[in-house]
Nanobody, 114 residues
Framework: QVQVEESGGGLVRAGGSLRLSCATSRRTFSRYCYGWFRQVPGKEREFVAHICSSGDSTDYADSVKGRFTISRDNAKNTVYLQMNSLKPEDTAVYYC???????WGQGTRVTVSS
C-alpha cells in the first residue's frame, strides 16, 4: 500500500491562500497520476483536482477552477495543491491519493473563516 502524507493545512481567512503538499515514498511516483479530494463531516469525499504522471494533464472540479492549481515535483515525490481566493465552503479535510484512489493518508485540515 502506498504511503502518502498530506501537510500544509491550517486556518485562513476568506480570500487567503494555502499550499498543500502530498509526499509519498513510492519509488515509482513519477509513473502515477494523483488526485486531491476533500471531505466534510457527513458528506461524501469529493474530487478536487487531478494530475497525470507527466504533469501536462490536469483536471479540476468546477467549484475550484481558476482558484486552485495542482502541480507535482517528480524529483521530490510530491504533489502540491495551491489554493487561492479561498472561501468558507472550501473548509474540509483534504486528502491526496494515487490512482486508483484506494490508498489514503490522514489528510490535512483546511478551515476558511468568513
Amino acid at each position: 500500500q502506498v504511503q502518502v502524507e498530506e501537510s500544509g493545512g491550517g486556518l485562513v481567512r476568506a480570500g487567503g491562500s494555502l499550499r498543500l503538499s502530498c509526499a509519498t515514498s513510492r519509488r515509482t511516483f513519477s509513473r502515477y497520476c494523483y488526485g486531491w479530494f476533500r471531505q466534510v463531516p457527513g458528506k461524501e469525499r469529493e474530487f478536487v483536482a487531478h494530475i497525470c504522471s507527466s504533469g501536462d494533464s490536469t483536471d479540476y472540479a468546477d467549484s475550484v477552477k481558476g482558484r486552485f492549481t495542482i502541480s507535482r515535483d517528480n524529483a521530490k515525490n510530491t504533489v502540491y495543491l495551491q489554493m487561492n481566493s479561498l472561501k468558507p465552503e472550501d473548509t474540509a479535510v483534504y486528502y491526496c491519493a494515487p490512482e486508483p484512489y484506494d490508498s489514503w493518508g490522514q489528510g490535512t485540515r483546511v478551515t476558511v473563516s468568513s
